[in-house]
C-alpha cells in the first residue's frame, strides 16, 4: 500500500549524514510495513531484528559497542552485515539498550544505515530511567491513512491529483465534488488503518473492513496489561469508551465518571496518549507562537487515534454512510477527521499537537474547533456545514486576533469570502497550498 510518507523514508535513506532513524506512531498504522518495503530498493539487503520475535537479540546489546553489536546479531541471525545493509531494530521497546546503543552507532559506525520502530516504543521512551541520545537519531511519525492516500490505495489516485490543479480561478467539477462526497463517506466509516482499508479493498465490503477494526480495537485493550496495572486497566478502558463519544467536547473528569477520582483518569488519559490511541487538544491563548507556549494544560479536548476506529467505539453503524457528514454524531465525526487529516500533513519529522481557542468571558463565549500555523501566522480554523452553523465565533477571533486569513472546513465548494477560505472536506490536504496563493496575492 503506497503512502505519501514513503517520500520522507527515501530522503532519509539518501542522505549521506544521516542518523538512525526511530519510527514512532500508533500501533498497526503501518511502521514495519514501510521500513520494510519501502526501503528493501536502496539497499542491498534489510536485517530485520525482532526482540519480540527473537528475544534473544537483547544479548547483542549487552554492550554498546556497535562492531561487537553486529558481529553478535551476523552470528544469531546466521546473516551478513554490511555498509550497505539496513538493519532494522523492530519492537525495540523491548529492549532499551538498544535504544541507548543509536548514539554510538551514529559516533562510531555512521556509514550503517539503522531504523527502529516499536508498538509501545513511547513507553520506554519516557521511563524516566531511560537516557534519549539527543542529537544523534531522527525521527519519522506516522499516522493512519490521511483521505488523500486512501483514495490512492481503491484506485482513484487521479482523481487525488486533479484536486492539486483545483483553486479559487479553478473550481472542481460538480460531478468530481459529488464523487468525492461518496469517497468521503466512505473513509469515515473504514477510517485510515491500513489492514482495515486493505480489506475494503479485497472484499468491496464495509461490514468486513468494521471485523478488522474490531481485531484492533481489541488488540489495543489487550496492550493494557503492558503498561497499566490490573487496578488501573479500568481507567484506560472508561477513558477509551468515553473519547468517540465526546469529541470536540471540552473534557471534565467528572463526566467521564463521577465516582473516578481525577488523578487515575488523568493518568489513563496520559498512558492512553503516549500508546497513541487518543490525542489531546489543548485551549490556547493564540497570543503568539509557538501555540505550545500558550496552552493551558487543564482546559483541553480529546481526538482518538482514528475516524473509523472512533465511529466503531462510538457504536456507529455502517448505515451513516448514508448520512448528512456535517451532521454525523452532531458533527463530532467531522472534526475527528479534521484532527485526524491536520495531523497527517503536519511535519512527520516532528510531533505535532492540536490546538484550539476559547474564551470564557461572561455574555461573549467563543469557542474555535482548531488553531493551526502557516509560517509565522496563526490561523484560526471552523468545522461548520455553511447551511446550518453559523461563524460567530471565528469572526470574534478575526475581531480580537486579526489573522491575516481565517479557514472553514466543510462540505461544499472552494471559495474565499470576507477573509475566510472556505475548503471542502476532501481538500485538506490541499490547504498550504491554497494558503500560499492567497498570501501571494495579498503581498
Same mark, same amino acid.
Given at each position: /500500500?503506497?503512502?505519501d510518507i514513503e517520500k520522507d523514508f527515501i530522503k532519509w535513506a539518501k542522505d549521506k549524514n544521516? /542518523?538512525?532513524?526511530?519510527?514512532? !506512531?500508533?500501533?498497526?498504522? !503501518?511502521?514495519?510495513? $514501510? +521500513? =520494510?518495503?519501502?526501503?528493501?530498493?536502496?539497499f542491498k539487503n534489510v536485517i530485520v531484528c525482532n526482540f519480540e520475535f527473537t528475544p534473544e537479540l537483547k544479548n547483542c546489546f549487552d554492550t554498546l559497542d556497535p562492531v561487537t553489536i553486529i558481529n553478535k546479531i551476523q552470528i544469531l541471525l546466521n546473516v551478513e552485515i554490511t555498509k550497505d545493509s539496513l538493519l532494522f531494530l523492530d519492537e525495540i521497546q523491548e529492549c532499551p539498550q538498544a535504544i541507548m546503543s543509536l548514539r554510538y552507532f551514529k559516533e562510531k559506525l555512521p556509514e550503517q544505515a539503522v531504523i527502529c520502530a516499536g508498538s509501545l516504543l513511547e513507553f520506554a521512551m519516557n521511563n524516566e530511567n531511560f537516557s534519549m541520545p539527543v542529537g544523534?537519531?531522527?525521527f519519522i511519525y506516522v499516522q493512519p491513512l490521511s483521505f488523500g492516500e486512501f483514495l490512492t490505495a481503491v484506485g482513484q489516485d487521479k482523481l487525488k491529483q486533479h484536486l492539486k490543479t483545483i483553486s479559487l480561478n479553478n473550481p472542481l467539477e460538480e460531478m468530481f465534488h459529488k464523487k468525492l462526497i461518496e469517497f468521503l463517506k466512505i473513509y469515515l466509516v473504514t477510517g485510515g488503518m491500513p489492514a482495515v482499508v486493505?480489506?475494503?479493498i479485497?472484499?468491496?465490503?464495509?461490514?468486513? +473492513?468494521?471485523?478488522?477494526?474490531n481485531y484492533l480495537l481489541t488488540t489495543y485493550r489487550n496492550d493494557f496489561g503492558k503498561y497499566a496495572k490490573t487496578s488501573k486497566r479500568q481507567y484506560l478502558e472508561k477513558v477509551m469508551n468515553f473519547v468517540p463519544r465526546f469529541i470536540g467536547q471540552r473534557v471534565k473528569y467528572s463526566t467521564i465518571d463521577p465516582e473516578i477520582r481525577s488523578e487515575y483518569l488523568k493518568e489513563a488519559i496520559y498512558l492512553l496518549s503516549l500508546a497513541g490511541i487518543i490525542k489531546q487538544n489543548f485551549q490556547t491563548t493564540a497570543s503568539g507562537l509557538p501555540l505550545q507556549s500558550e496552552i493551558n494544560d487543564n482546559k483541553f479536548k480529546l481526538n482518538f487515534l482514528d475516524v473509523g476506529l472512533m465511529q466503531n467505539t462510538a457504536g456507529l453503524s +455502517? =448505515?451513516? $454512510?448514508?448520512?448528512?457528514? /456535517?451532521?454525523?454524531?452532531? !458533527?463530532?465525526?467531522a472534526e475527528q477527521f479534521v484532527g485526524q487529516e491536520l495531523l497527517a500533513h503536519s511535519n512527520p519529522n516532528r510531533e505535532n499537537n492540536l490546538y484550539f481557542w476559547g474564551r470564557e468571558k461572561k455574555g461573549s463565549m467563543a469557542e474555535i474547533d482548531f488553531v493551526t500555523t502557516y509560517n509565522a501566522d496563526i490561523i484560526p480554523v471552523e468545522v461548520k456545514s455553511g447551511t446550518t452553523g453559523t461563524l460567530k465565533s471565528l469572526k470574534l477571533f478575526m475581531q480580537e486576533k486579526k489573522p491575516k486569513i481565517a479557514l472553514r472546513f466543510w462540505q461544499k465548494e472552494l471559495s474565499f469570502y470576507d477573509g475566510i477560505l472556505s475548503i471542502p472536506l476532501y481538500m485538506i490536504e490541499e490547504t498550504e497550498r491554497l494558503l500560499k496563493s492567497l498570501f501571494l496575492r495579498k503581498c
Open positions: /500500500m503506497k503512502r544521516r /542518523m538512525p532513524l526511530i519510527i514512532r !506512531g500508533a500501533r498497526q498504522v !503501518g511502521k514495519s510495513y $514501510i +521500513a =520494510e518495503n519501502c526501503l528493501k530498493n536502496y544523534r537519531v531522527s486493505q480489506k475494503y479485497d472484499t468491496k465490503n464495509i461490514n468486513s +473492513a468494521l471485523n478488522i477494526q +455502517a =448505515e451513516i $454512510i448514508n448520512n448528512d457528514i /456535517m451532521q454525523i454524531n452532531n !458533527g463530532a465525526v
